[in-house]
C-alpha cells in the first residue's frame, strides 16, 4: 500500500455539502446581479425605483472600526480580522507594542483550544514508529495523518493567541518545503513541522541544521538514500538552489556535486523499519569545496563537516539576500525594493542570523507601512480568515468526517490545501497566482457556503443568525454597517450597502428584527456580500 493515497474506494477529497436552501447559481447570479447593481446604478440616466432610495452608510459606533495602521497590522501579522484581534492589539498599546509581545510567544497565554489541539489525532504526538504502525495496521493510513496535520495547522492558526509564531511558522514550511504526500515522508513530516516551530523565532542558522538533516527531507529529497557509491544530487542541489544562497550566488555543478557528497551518511531505512540513522559507512570522504567552502571531510562521521557547512551557508551574503527578499515579498509586496531588501539583509547578518532582529527591521520600515493593500491572501490563508470572521469554531474530532478536515478540502478548493504544492520550491508568494477569476468564484462558493453553516458541519458550530444582531432592532443600513465593522475592520461602503439592498431587494431603512426575513433566511447573502468585498481578499 501507498501511503501517499487513498486506498481504493476511498477519495482523499472531501464530500460535497448538504445542498442548501438556496442553489448555487441562484446565488452566484443574485450576487453578480446585486455587484453590478451597485456599480452600475451611479452611471443610468433614468430614475429606478432602488435608485430613489438613499444609500449613504449609515454608522453603527457601537461596533469599533479599527484605525488604518492597526488594519494592517492585523492583515499582515495575523490570519485574519477579527474584533478579538484589534482588542488585542489594542490591549498591548498599540501595533508596535503588540508586535514585541508576538516575538516573545512563551510570556502569551494560548488559547485553550489551542492547548488542547494536540489531542485531536494521535498522529500529532506520536513517534514515527507509531505512526507506521497505524498505518500498517490500516488503524490510520499514512494519508490520513498527512491530512490530519494539514488541519491541526489550520486550526492553530485560526484560534492561537500567537500569531506570529504560526505565520512564521507556515513561513519556513514553505521555504524547507516538504509536500505532506510526498513519497516516504508520512512518518516523520509531522515532527519536522513540530520541529521549525519550535525555531520559527530563533535563527535561520538553527532552522537550516535542523531542516537539512532531518529524515523527512531525507526521504523527499532522496538523501536518505545517497551514498558515497551512488550519490543522488537532489538535496545538495535544493540546498543551494532553494533553502539558501539561490540560483545567481555563481555556484556550479562541480559546487552541487560536492555538496551532495559531504550529506551522505544520514539515513533512513524507507519501507521496512523506517530506522533513521547516521551511517559512516555510506559517507564520502573526499575533500569537498562549495563556492568558498572547503573541508578535508577525511572522517567517516561527515557530521562534523556538515554542521561546518551549513553555518558557512547560512552566513553567505547571497543566503542573506535570499531570505530578506522573501521575508519582504511576504510582509511587504510583491517588488520589494532593493534597499528595503539590503537593509533587511545587512540586519540578518549583523545578528548572526537571528530573526527576531529581522522582523523588527521590517515592521519598522517606510516600505513596510505604505504596503497596505499590496498583497493577496493565499486560499489558506483565506479560508483561516472566513473562520475566523465569521465566528466558525471547530471541536474535536468524534470520527473522520469532522469539520476540521473539511476545511483542508475546502483550502482545495478555493485554489491549495495546506502543503499540497507538488515542487519542492513551495507555494507561490505572488499576487497573480492567486488572484484569479477562478479562485475569485472559489472564494465566492466558499463565503456562501459557510456564511450559511451548510458545510463543515460535523463538531462544527457556526453562530446562529440571530446572534449577530447587536440589538433588538435596528436598520438595515445599521445592520450593515455592524457587519462590515466586525467582520473586516473597516466600516460599510455605499457600493457595499447598495449590493446588499439589491440582493435582499430591501430599502435601508428597513427594521431588521429577529423574525426578519434577513434573519430567518437571508443573513447567508448578507455575510456572504460583506466577504466578497476586494478588500477582504486583501492581507
Known amino acids: 500500500m501507498n501511503p501517499r493515497v487513498p486506498p481504493a474506494g476511498e477519495s482523499a477529497t472531501a464530500p460535497p455539502p448538504p445542498p442548501p436552501l438556496v442553489h448555487r447559481r441562484s446565488f452566484l447570479g443574485g450576487i453578480a446581479t446585486a455587484s453590478v447593481a451597485a456599480v452600475a446604478a451611479p452611471l443610468l440616466d433614468a430614475p429606478s425605483a432602488q435608485a430613489a432610495d438613499n444609500y449613504a ?5 457601537a461596533t469599533p472600526v479599527a484605525t488604518k495602521a492597526e488594519l494592517h497590522v492585523i492583515r499582515r ?5 477579527q474584533p478579538a484581534a484589534l482588542v488585542a492589539v ?9 508586535l514585541e509581545a508576538q516575538l516573545t510567544p512563551q510570556d502569551i497565554t494560548e488559547s485553550p483550544k489551542v492547548a ?29 495523518a498527512m491530512a490530519a496535520y494539514a488541519s491541526y495547522a489550520l486550526v492553530r492558526r485560526q484560534e492561537s493567541n500567537r500569531q506570529v509564531l504560526e505565520l512564521m511558522t ?5 521555504h524547507f518545503y516538504i509536500p505532506i504526500h510526498d513519497d516516504g515522508v508520512f512518518p516523520f513530516r509531522i515532527s519536522f513541522g513540530h520541529r521549525l516551530r519550535e525555531l520559527a523565532l530563533t535563527s535561520f542558522e538553527e532552522l537550516l541544521q535542523a531542516a537539512t538533516v532531518h529524515p523527512a527531507m531525507g526521504c523527499s529529497l532522496d538523501n536518505a538514500r545517497s551514498t558515497k557509491r551512488s550519490v543522488n544530487e537532489n538535496l545538495g542541489r535544493e540546498l543551494l538552489e532553494l533553502h539558501t544562497v539561490g540560483k545567481g550566488a555563481g555556484y556550479s555543478e562541480n559546487d ?17 523499519t523506517w530506522e533513521s540513522f547516521y551511517d559512516p559507512t555510506w559517507h564520502d570522504t573526499q575533500p569537498v569545496k562549495v563556492m568558498g ?19 558557512y551557508l547560512a552566513r553567505h551574503p547571497s543566503t542573506a539576500q535570499r531570505v530578506a527578499r522573501k521575508l519582504a515579498r511576504r510582509f511587504v509586496s510583491d517588488s520589494p525594493s532593493t534597499q528595503l531588501v539590503d537593509h533587511l539583509a545587512t540586519v540578518y547578518l549583523r545578528n548572526g542570523t537571528r530573526i527576531v532582529p529581522v522582523l523588527r527591521a521590517l515592521f519598522d520600515h517606510d516600505e513596510f507601512w505604505a504596503s497596505a493593500g499590496a498583497k493577496v491572501k493565499t486560499p489558506t490563508d483565506e479560508l483561516v480568515s472566513m473562520n475566523r470572521a465569521l465566528g466558525v469554531s471547530f471541536g474535536k474530532p468524534t470520527s473522520r468526517d469532522t469539520g476540521a478536515l473539511h476545511a483542508h478540502y475546502m483550502a482545495g478548493g478555493i485554489g491549495a490545501s495546506p502543503w499540497s504544492h507538488p515542487r519542492p520550491d513551495g507555494p507561490p508568494l505572488d499576487n497573480d497566482a492567486w488572484n484569479t477569476p477562478s479562485r475569485f468564484l472559489a472564494s465566492w462558493d466558499a463565503h456562501w457556503t459557510l456564511s450559511g453553516g451548510w458545510w463543515p458541519t460535523k463538531d462544527t458550530t457556526h453562530v446562529p443568525p440571530a446572534a449577530r444582531l447587536p440589538k433588538a432592532q435596528l436598520t438595515l443600513a445599521e445592520f450593515v454597517d455592524h457587519l462590515s465593522r466586525q467582520l473586516t475592520g473597516v466600516a460599510s461602503t455605499e457600493s457595499l450597502l447598495r449590493a446588499i439592498c439589491t440582493a435582499t431587494q430591501l430599502a435601508p431603512g428597513t427594521v431588521v428584527t429577529t423574525q426578519h426575513s434577513i434573519v430567518r433566511w437571508q443573513m447567508p447573502w448578507v455575510l456572504a456580500l460583506v466577504l466578497n468585498q476586494p478588500l477582504f481578499y486583501l492581507r
Not at 57 to 61: D, E, G, M, Q, R
Not at 90 to 98: S, T
Open 57 to 61: 452608510p449609515v454608522a453603527y459606533p
Open 77 to 81: 501579522w495575523t490570519y485574519g480580522f
Open 90 to 98: 489594542r490591549e498591548a498599546g498599540g501595533p508596535r507594542d503588540w
Open 116 to 144: 488542547t489541539l494536540d489531542s485531536w489525532w494521535r498522529c500529532i504526538t506520536s513517534t514515527p514508529d507509531e505512526i507506521v504502525a497505524r498505518d500498517r495496521s490500516r488503524e490510520e493510513e499514512g494519508w490520513h
Open 170 to 174: 507556515e513561513f519556513w514550511e514553505d
Open 256 to 272: 552541487v556535486k560536492a555538496s551532495a557528497r559531504l550529506l551522505t551518511g544520514y539515513r533512513v531505512d524507507m519501507w521496512t
Open 293 to 311: 567552502f572547503s573541508h578535508a571531510n577525511a572522517n567517516a562521521d561527515g557530521r562534523p563537516a556538515v554542521r561546518q557547512y551549513l553555518s
